[in-house]
Protein backbone atom coordinates (compact mmCIF):
# COMPACT_ATOMS: atom_id res chain seq x y z
CA UNK A 1 0.00 0.00 0.00
CA UNK A 2 1.47 3.52 -0.74
CA UNK A 3 2.06 5.61 2.07
CA UNK A 4 2.10 9.39 2.64
CA UNK A 5 5.29 9.72 1.19
CA UNK A 6 4.24 8.57 -2.25
CA UNK A 7 1.10 10.46 -2.81
CA UNK A 8 2.48 13.95 -1.07
CA UNK A 9 3.95 17.21 -2.53
CA UNK A 10 7.27 17.11 -1.74
CA UNK A 11 8.26 20.80 -2.81
CA UNK A 12 5.78 22.63 -0.52
CA UNK A 13 5.83 26.11 -1.33
CA UNK A 14 4.98 28.46 2.14
CA UNK A 15 4.92 31.79 3.23
CA UNK A 16 5.60 33.80 6.89
CA UNK A 17 2.98 35.63 8.54
CA UNK A 18 3.63 38.87 7.51
CA UNK A 19 2.97 37.53 3.50
CA UNK A 20 0.26 39.55 1.97
CA UNK A 21 -2.99 38.21 0.98
CA UNK A 22 -2.48 39.45 -2.05
CA UNK A 23 0.90 37.31 -2.69
CA UNK A 24 -0.16 34.04 -0.86
CA UNK A 25 -3.22 34.45 -3.50
CA UNK A 26 -0.86 34.67 -6.89
CA UNK A 27 1.45 31.85 -5.03
CA UNK A 28 -1.43 29.38 -4.56
CA UNK A 29 -3.06 30.02 -8.26
CA UNK A 30 0.32 30.22 -9.84
CA UNK A 31 1.19 26.34 -8.33
CA UNK A 32 -2.42 25.04 -8.70
CA UNK A 33 -2.72 24.68 -5.12
CA UNK A 34 -5.16 25.18 -2.55
CA UNK A 35 -3.45 26.00 0.53
CA UNK A 36 0.15 27.09 2.12
CA UNK A 37 1.86 26.23 5.27
CA UNK A 38 2.87 29.60 7.44
CA UNK A 39 6.73 28.64 8.74
CA UNK A 40 8.46 31.07 11.13
CA UNK A 41 12.29 30.07 11.00
CA UNK A 42 11.52 26.54 9.65
CA UNK A 43 8.86 26.30 12.27
CA UNK A 44 4.85 25.66 11.37
CA UNK A 45 2.61 28.02 12.69
CA UNK A 46 -0.54 27.53 10.74
CA UNK A 47 -2.28 26.62 7.40
CA UNK A 48 -3.73 29.04 5.17
CA UNK A 49 -5.85 28.03 2.01
CA UNK A 50 -7.84 30.02 -0.60
CA UNK A 51 -11.47 29.53 1.13
CA UNK A 52 -9.71 32.28 3.87
CA UNK A 53 -7.82 34.28 2.00
CA UNK A 54 -11.13 34.77 -0.98
CA UNK A 55 -12.91 38.36 -0.43
CA UNK A 56 -10.11 39.60 2.17
CA UNK A 57 -8.46 42.95 2.07
CA UNK A 58 -5.43 42.35 -0.49
CA UNK A 59 -2.90 43.90 1.91
CA UNK A 60 -3.75 42.24 5.06
CA UNK A 61 -1.19 39.67 6.57
CA UNK A 62 -1.43 36.12 6.22
CA UNK A 63 -1.53 35.96 9.98
CA UNK A 64 -4.93 37.33 10.58
CA UNK A 65 -7.02 34.83 8.46
CA UNK A 66 -4.30 31.67 8.90
CA UNK A 67 -5.89 28.73 11.00
CA UNK A 68 -3.73 28.07 14.00
CA UNK A 69 -4.95 24.64 13.97
CA UNK A 70 -3.42 21.86 11.82
CA UNK A 71 -2.48 18.11 11.48
CA UNK A 72 0.47 16.78 10.80
CA UNK A 73 1.61 13.47 10.05
CA UNK A 74 4.66 11.23 9.21
CA UNK A 75 5.54 10.23 5.61
CA UNK A 76 5.58 6.90 6.31
CA UNK A 77 1.69 6.65 7.11
CA UNK A 78 -0.42 4.88 5.18
CA UNK A 79 -2.39 6.45 2.85
CA UNK A 80 -5.23 4.68 4.37
CA UNK A 81 -4.47 5.61 8.01
CA UNK A 82 -4.06 9.24 6.18
CA UNK A 83 -8.01 9.47 4.95
CA UNK A 84 -9.35 7.96 7.87
CA UNK A 85 -7.48 10.84 9.58
CA UNK A 86 -8.86 13.53 7.32
CA UNK A 87 -12.15 12.10 7.82
CA UNK A 88 -11.55 12.61 11.77
CA UNK A 89 -10.47 16.16 11.72
CA UNK A 90 -12.51 17.26 9.11
CA UNK A 91 -9.43 18.56 7.63
CA UNK A 92 -8.57 19.10 3.84
CA UNK A 93 -5.24 18.64 3.67
CA UNK A 94 -1.91 17.42 5.91
CA UNK A 95 1.16 18.79 6.46
CA UNK A 96 3.75 15.81 6.22
CA UNK A 97 6.96 16.48 8.95
CA UNK A 98 9.57 14.46 9.58
CA UNK A 99 12.09 15.48 12.02
CA UNK A 100 10.44 18.99 13.09
CA UNK A 101 10.78 19.89 9.50
CA UNK A 102 8.19 20.39 6.61
CA UNK A 103 8.70 17.96 3.86
CA UNK A 104 5.67 18.09 2.08
CA UNK A 105 1.61 18.64 1.90
CA UNK A 106 -1.02 16.21 1.68
CA UNK A 107 -4.71 17.21 0.06
CA UNK A 108 -7.50 14.95 -0.38
CA UNK A 109 -7.43 15.27 -4.10
CA UNK A 110 -3.77 13.29 -3.88
CA UNK A 111 -5.72 10.53 -1.69
CA UNK A 112 -8.55 9.76 -4.00
CA UNK A 113 -6.75 7.84 -7.11
CA UNK A 114 -5.03 6.18 -4.92
CA UNK A 115 -8.09 4.91 -2.40
CA UNK A 116 -10.72 4.79 -5.55
CA UNK A 117 -7.84 2.22 -6.73
CA UNK A 118 -7.54 0.21 -3.59
CA UNK A 119 -9.97 0.28 -1.43
CA UNK A 120 -13.85 -1.10 -0.87
CA UNK A 121 -16.20 1.50 0.33
CA UNK A 122 -18.65 -0.54 1.30
CA UNK A 123 -16.20 -2.24 4.33
CA UNK A 124 -13.61 0.36 4.05
CA UNK A 125 -10.72 -2.50 3.42
CA UNK A 126 -8.46 -2.73 0.54
CA UNK A 127 -8.74 -4.91 -2.42
CA UNK A 128 -6.80 -7.59 -3.38
CA UNK A 129 -3.99 -5.57 -4.95
CA UNK A 130 -3.02 -4.15 -1.57
CA UNK A 131 -3.08 -7.44 -0.66
CA UNK A 132 -0.22 -8.85 -3.50
CA UNK A 133 1.69 -6.10 -2.63
CA UNK A 134 1.63 -6.48 1.35
CA UNK A 135 2.52 -10.15 0.85
CA UNK A 136 4.88 -9.44 -2.07
CA UNK A 137 6.91 -7.04 0.49
CA UNK A 138 6.62 -9.03 3.30
CA UNK A 139 8.50 -12.18 1.12
CA UNK A 140 11.24 -10.07 -0.42
CA UNK A 141 11.89 -9.29 2.80
CA UNK A 142 12.55 -12.46 3.97
CA UNK A 143 9.74 -12.89 6.25
CA UNK A 144 7.40 -16.15 6.44
CA UNK A 145 4.03 -15.43 6.00
CA UNK A 146 0.35 -17.41 6.18
CA UNK A 147 -2.43 -16.58 3.99
CA UNK A 148 -6.23 -17.08 5.28
CA UNK A 149 -9.19 -16.77 3.26
CA UNK A 150 -12.22 -16.04 4.12
CA UNK A 151 -15.49 -17.18 2.80
CA UNK A 152 -19.32 -16.93 3.71
CA UNK A 153 -21.17 -19.63 3.81
CA UNK A 154 -24.24 -19.84 1.47
CA UNK A 155 -24.12 -16.00 1.38
CA UNK A 156 -26.29 -16.43 -1.92
CA UNK A 157 -29.29 -17.27 -0.16
CA UNK A 158 -28.91 -14.38 2.08
CA UNK A 159 -29.20 -11.94 -0.89
CA UNK A 160 -32.16 -14.42 -2.97
CA UNK A 161 -34.09 -14.44 0.36
CA UNK A 162 -33.38 -11.06 1.97
CA UNK A 163 -32.55 -9.09 -0.73
CA UNK A 164 -28.82 -7.14 -1.44
CA UNK A 165 -29.45 -4.35 1.43
CA UNK A 166 -29.15 -7.07 3.61
CA UNK A 167 -26.92 -8.87 2.02
CA UNK A 168 -24.30 -5.82 1.75
CA UNK A 169 -25.32 -5.61 5.75
CA UNK A 170 -23.98 -8.80 6.40
CA UNK A 171 -20.60 -8.19 4.74
CA UNK A 172 -20.09 -4.61 6.69
CA UNK A 173 -20.98 -6.24 9.57
CA UNK A 174 -18.66 -9.40 9.11
CA UNK A 175 -15.60 -6.86 7.80
CA UNK A 176 -16.17 -4.92 11.08
CA UNK A 177 -15.76 -7.91 13.48
CA UNK A 178 -12.44 -9.03 11.29
CA UNK A 179 -10.96 -5.42 11.58
CA UNK A 180 -11.67 -5.59 15.44
CA UNK A 181 -9.43 -8.63 15.35
CA UNK A 182 -6.45 -8.07 13.52
CA UNK A 183 -3.44 -6.63 14.66
CA UNK A 184 -1.73 -3.90 11.55
CA UNK A 185 1.49 -4.76 12.63
CA UNK A 186 1.41 -7.96 12.03
CA UNK A 187 -1.06 -8.63 9.45
CA UNK A 188 -3.15 -6.99 6.47
CA UNK A 189 -6.64 -7.90 5.75
CA UNK A 190 -8.52 -6.82 2.86
CA UNK A 191 -12.11 -7.66 0.97
CA UNK A 192 -10.98 -10.08 -1.24
CA UNK A 193 -13.99 -10.06 -3.69
CA UNK A 194 -17.63 -10.65 -3.07
CA UNK A 195 -18.32 -12.87 0.22
CA UNK A 196 -14.67 -13.59 0.75
CA UNK A 197 -11.70 -11.93 2.89
CA UNK A 198 -8.40 -12.20 2.51
CA UNK A 199 -5.88 -12.13 5.76
CA UNK A 200 -2.21 -12.38 5.01
CA UNK A 201 -0.07 -12.40 8.30
CA UNK A 202 3.42 -12.72 9.49
CA UNK A 203 2.54 -14.84 12.42
CA UNK A 204 3.99 -18.04 12.85
CA UNK A 205 1.84 -21.26 11.30
CA UNK A 206 0.03 -22.58 14.59
CA UNK A 207 -0.55 -18.69 15.87
CA UNK A 208 -2.29 -17.77 12.67
CA UNK A 209 -4.32 -20.57 12.64
CA UNK A 210 -5.73 -20.05 16.21
CA UNK A 211 -6.43 -16.46 14.88
CA UNK A 212 -8.77 -17.68 11.81
CA UNK A 213 -10.54 -19.56 14.39
CA UNK A 214 -10.73 -16.98 16.85
CA UNK A 215 -11.76 -14.82 13.73
CA UNK A 216 -14.26 -17.89 12.74
CA UNK A 217 -16.25 -17.60 16.35
CA UNK A 218 -16.82 -14.24 16.53
CA UNK A 219 -18.38 -13.85 13.30
CA UNK A 220 -20.67 -16.74 14.43
CA UNK A 221 -21.61 -14.69 16.90
CA UNK A 222 -22.90 -11.48 15.12
CA UNK A 223 -26.74 -10.81 15.31
CA UNK A 224 -28.40 -9.92 11.94
CA UNK A 225 -32.47 -9.73 12.80
CA UNK A 226 -33.20 -9.80 9.15
CA UNK A 227 -31.40 -13.23 8.84
CA UNK A 228 -32.61 -15.01 11.65
CA UNK A 229 -30.61 -18.29 10.66
CA UNK A 230 -27.20 -16.47 11.53
CA UNK A 231 -23.98 -16.30 9.37
CA UNK A 232 -20.79 -18.54 9.52
CA UNK A 233 -17.93 -18.63 7.85
CA UNK A 234 -15.36 -20.89 6.14
CA UNK A 235 -11.87 -21.03 6.01
CA UNK A 236 -8.74 -22.42 4.47
CA UNK A 237 -4.86 -21.24 5.14
CA UNK A 238 -1.57 -22.23 3.40
CA UNK A 239 1.96 -20.65 4.27
CA UNK A 240 5.06 -21.77 4.72
CA UNK A 241 9.07 -20.30 5.13
CA UNK A 242 10.19 -18.40 2.32
CA UNK A 243 13.67 -17.50 3.02
CA UNK A 244 15.52 -19.33 1.06
CA UNK A 245 13.82 -18.84 -2.10
CA UNK A 246 16.14 -18.12 -5.28
CA UNK A 247 17.41 -15.08 -6.55
CA UNK A 248 15.78 -15.34 -9.87
CA UNK A 249 12.14 -16.36 -8.48
CA UNK A 250 8.82 -14.42 -9.05
CA UNK A 251 7.33 -13.52 -6.08
CA UNK A 252 4.02 -12.68 -7.84
CA UNK A 253 3.88 -16.48 -8.96
CA UNK A 254 4.93 -17.68 -5.04
CA UNK A 255 1.94 -15.29 -3.77
CA UNK A 256 -0.61 -16.70 -6.62
CA UNK A 257 0.58 -20.07 -5.16
CA UNK A 258 -0.58 -19.31 -1.81
CA UNK A 259 -3.46 -18.15 -3.02
CA UNK A 260 -4.45 -21.00 -4.75
CA UNK A 261 -3.60 -23.44 -2.09
CA UNK A 262 -5.36 -21.39 0.33
CA UNK A 263 -8.56 -21.14 -1.86
CA UNK A 264 -8.31 -25.12 -2.22
CA UNK A 265 -8.42 -25.63 1.33
CA UNK A 266 -10.98 -23.19 2.24
CA UNK A 267 -13.15 -25.00 -0.42
CA UNK A 268 -12.64 -28.34 0.94
CA UNK A 269 -13.14 -26.85 4.79
CA UNK A 270 -16.91 -25.85 3.27
CA UNK A 271 -20.04 -27.48 4.31
CA UNK A 272 -21.28 -30.25 1.68
CA UNK A 273 -19.04 -28.11 -1.01
CA UNK A 274 -17.04 -31.45 -1.85
CA UNK A 275 -20.22 -33.17 -2.82
CA UNK A 276 -22.58 -30.32 -4.37
CA UNK A 277 -19.46 -29.36 -6.69
CA UNK A 278 -18.72 -33.02 -8.12
CA UNK A 279 -21.59 -33.70 -10.16
CA UNK A 280 -20.99 -29.95 -11.92
CA UNK A 281 -17.30 -30.86 -12.16
CA UNK A 282 -17.84 -34.38 -13.81
CA UNK A 283 -20.36 -32.75 -16.20
CA UNK A 284 -17.95 -30.04 -17.38
CA UNK A 285 -15.52 -32.40 -17.85
CA UNK A 286 -17.41 -34.46 -19.81
CA UNK A 287 -17.92 -31.49 -21.83
CA UNK A 288 -14.95 -30.77 -22.68
CA UNK A 289 -13.34 -33.82 -23.26
CA UNK A 290 -16.16 -34.28 -25.94
CA UNK A 291 -14.61 -31.57 -27.80
CA UNK A 292 -11.04 -33.43 -28.08
CA UNK A 293 -10.42 -34.43 -31.40
CA UNK A 294 -8.36 -37.84 -30.99
CA UNK A 295 -11.03 -39.05 -28.42
CA UNK A 296 -8.67 -39.38 -25.29
CA UNK A 297 -9.76 -38.99 -22.24
CA UNK A 298 -8.47 -35.64 -21.19
CA UNK A 299 -9.31 -32.56 -23.11
CA UNK A 300 -6.85 -30.17 -24.93
CA UNK A 301 -6.06 -27.25 -23.71
CA UNK A 302 -7.26 -24.35 -25.05
CA UNK A 303 -4.83 -21.95 -27.14
CA UNK A 304 -4.88 -18.30 -28.01
CA UNK A 305 -5.64 -18.09 -32.04
CA UNK A 306 -5.70 -14.34 -32.37
CA UNK A 307 -5.74 -11.12 -30.83
CA UNK A 308 -7.54 -7.66 -31.81
CA UNK A 309 -7.13 -4.64 -29.88
CA UNK A 310 -9.18 -1.37 -31.56
CA UNK A 311 -9.44 1.99 -29.20
CA UNK A 312 -10.86 5.16 -29.83
CA UNK A 313 -10.64 7.78 -27.00
CA UNK A 314 -11.04 6.25 -23.96
CA UNK A 315 -13.54 3.57 -25.37
CA UNK A 316 -11.58 -0.14 -26.41
CA UNK A 317 -13.06 -2.99 -27.87
CA UNK A 318 -10.98 -6.27 -27.42
CA UNK A 319 -11.59 -9.62 -29.68
CA UNK A 320 -10.06 -12.91 -28.60
CA UNK A 321 -10.36 -16.31 -30.69
CA UNK A 322 -8.96 -19.41 -28.83
CA UNK A 323 -8.79 -22.64 -30.27
CA UNK A 324 -8.90 -26.15 -29.46
CA UNK A 325 -8.85 -29.71 -30.85
CA UNK A 326 -10.07 -28.17 -34.37
CA UNK A 327 -12.67 -26.00 -32.99
CA UNK A 328 -12.54 -21.88 -32.63
CA UNK A 329 -14.31 -19.81 -30.13
CA UNK A 330 -14.25 -16.05 -30.17
CA UNK A 331 -15.48 -13.37 -28.01
CA UNK A 332 -15.33 -9.46 -28.00
CA UNK A 333 -15.29 -7.28 -25.27
CA UNK A 334 -15.90 -3.63 -24.57
CA UNK A 335 -15.76 -0.85 -22.15
CA UNK A 336 -13.54 2.37 -21.27
CA UNK A 337 -9.67 2.09 -20.93
CA UNK A 338 -8.60 4.39 -18.48
CA UNK A 339 -5.11 2.71 -17.52
CA UNK A 340 -3.44 -0.03 -18.07
CA UNK A 341 -5.07 -2.34 -15.42
CA UNK A 342 -8.37 -1.58 -16.98
CA UNK A 343 -7.32 -2.75 -20.37
CA UNK A 344 -5.85 -5.79 -19.02
CA UNK A 345 -8.98 -6.71 -17.44
CA UNK A 346 -10.78 -6.23 -20.75
CA UNK A 347 -8.70 -8.80 -22.52
CA UNK A 348 -9.24 -11.05 -19.50
CA UNK A 349 -12.98 -10.42 -19.90
CA UNK A 350 -12.41 -11.20 -24.00
CA UNK A 351 -10.70 -14.66 -23.28
CA UNK A 352 -13.33 -15.33 -20.71
CA UNK A 353 -16.27 -15.20 -23.31
CA UNK A 354 -14.57 -16.83 -25.67
CA UNK A 355 -13.86 -20.02 -23.28
CA UNK A 356 -17.60 -19.61 -22.36
CA UNK A 357 -18.17 -20.38 -26.00
CA UNK A 358 -16.53 -23.65 -25.17
CA UNK A 359 -18.89 -24.58 -22.02
CA UNK A 360 -22.50 -25.46 -21.86
CA UNK A 361 -24.85 -22.84 -21.26
CA UNK A 362 -25.23 -23.37 -17.21
CA UNK A 363 -21.64 -22.83 -16.89
CA UNK A 364 -19.11 -19.36 -17.57
CA UNK A 365 -16.26 -17.68 -16.32
CA UNK A 366 -16.56 -14.22 -14.64
CA UNK A 367 -13.18 -12.22 -14.54
CA UNK A 368 -12.99 -10.45 -10.79
CA UNK A 369 -9.66 -9.22 -11.20
CA UNK A 370 -6.44 -8.57 -13.41
CA UNK A 371 -2.80 -6.97 -12.19
CA UNK A 372 0.79 -6.36 -13.42
CA UNK A 373 3.23 -6.56 -11.10
CA UNK A 374 7.18 -6.81 -11.41
CA UNK A 375 8.96 -10.25 -10.34
CA UNK A 376 12.72 -10.30 -8.70
CA UNK A 377 14.30 -10.23 -12.11
CA UNK A 378 12.82 -7.02 -13.94
CA UNK A 379 10.32 -9.35 -15.73
CA UNK A 380 6.30 -8.62 -15.55
CA UNK A 381 3.92 -11.43 -14.67
CA UNK A 382 -0.01 -10.42 -15.13
CA UNK A 383 -2.29 -12.49 -12.60
CA UNK A 384 -6.34 -12.70 -13.57
CA UNK A 385 -8.34 -13.76 -10.40
CA UNK A 386 -11.63 -15.65 -12.17
CA UNK A 387 -14.61 -17.71 -10.76
CA UNK A 388 -15.75 -20.89 -12.63
CA UNK A 389 -19.52 -20.72 -11.94
CA UNK A 390 -21.67 -23.60 -12.55
CA UNK A 391 -25.29 -24.46 -11.36
CA UNK A 392 -24.53 -26.21 -8.31
CA UNK A 393 -21.56 -24.35 -6.71
CA UNK A 394 -18.29 -21.96 -8.37
CA UNK A 395 -14.74 -22.58 -7.89
CA UNK A 396 -12.12 -19.53 -8.14
CA UNK A 397 -9.44 -19.29 -10.36
CA UNK A 398 -6.04 -18.27 -10.34
CA UNK A 399 -3.69 -18.02 -13.64
CA UNK A 400 -0.30 -16.05 -14.02
CA UNK A 401 1.20 -15.16 -17.46
CA UNK A 402 5.13 -14.11 -17.86
CA UNK A 403 4.81 -11.09 -19.96
CA UNK A 404 6.92 -11.84 -23.35
CA UNK A 405 8.15 -9.46 -25.84
CA UNK A 406 6.50 -6.26 -24.10
CA UNK A 407 2.88 -8.06 -24.78
CA UNK A 408 1.11 -7.05 -21.48
CA UNK A 409 -2.44 -7.67 -23.11
CA UNK A 410 -1.48 -11.27 -24.61
CA UNK A 411 0.21 -11.86 -21.42
CA UNK A 412 -3.83 -11.47 -19.73
CA UNK A 413 -5.74 -13.64 -22.02
CA UNK A 414 -3.13 -16.37 -21.33
CA UNK A 415 -3.14 -15.94 -17.76
CA UNK A 416 -6.87 -16.39 -17.58
CA UNK A 417 -6.34 -19.64 -20.01
CA UNK A 418 -4.07 -20.59 -17.74
CA UNK A 419 -6.00 -20.84 -14.68
CA UNK A 420 -8.69 -22.43 -16.83
CA UNK A 421 -6.86 -24.96 -18.01
CA UNK A 422 -5.57 -25.86 -15.00
CA UNK A 423 -8.71 -26.47 -13.90
CA UNK A 424 -9.84 -28.53 -17.02
CA UNK A 425 -6.19 -30.91 -16.10
CA UNK A 426 -7.39 -31.17 -12.51
CA UNK A 427 -11.13 -32.54 -13.96
CA UNK A 428 -11.88 -36.15 -13.25
CA UNK A 429 -11.49 -38.35 -16.75
CA UNK A 430 -14.31 -40.85 -17.65
CA UNK A 431 -12.38 -43.77 -17.01
Known sequence: MKTVRDLMTPDVVWVTPSTRVKVA???????????????????????????????????????????????????????????????????????????????GI????????????????????????????????????????????FDLDKFGIFNKKYGHVVGDTVIKEVAGVLKRGVDPDLELLCRYGGDEFGLVTVRRADEAAALAE????????????????????????????????????????????????????????????????????????????????????????????TISFISSGTEAKVGVTLARGGNEFMRESSGYAVGEESILRLFAEAAAGAVCKSLAPDHG??????????????????????????????VRLTGSALVRRGDHYRAAAAALLDAVNRQVELAPSRE
Open 106 to 149: LSQGDLMPELGRTFDPLTELPWSDSFREWSMNALKRGLEITIIL
Open 214 to 305: VLKERVSQIKIDEVPEGVSMTYGMFGGRRTKEREDMHYAATIDDLITRASKNCTANKPNRIEEALPALASAASLLEAASSDGSARAPRLKIE
Open 365 to 394: IVVEDASLQESGKDDEIVTVVAMYVHPRSS
Open 25 to 103: ITFMKGHSIGALPVLVNSGLVGIVTLYDLLGEPQDAPVEELMTRRFTSVDPDMTAYDAARLLQETGDNHLLVTQDDQLV
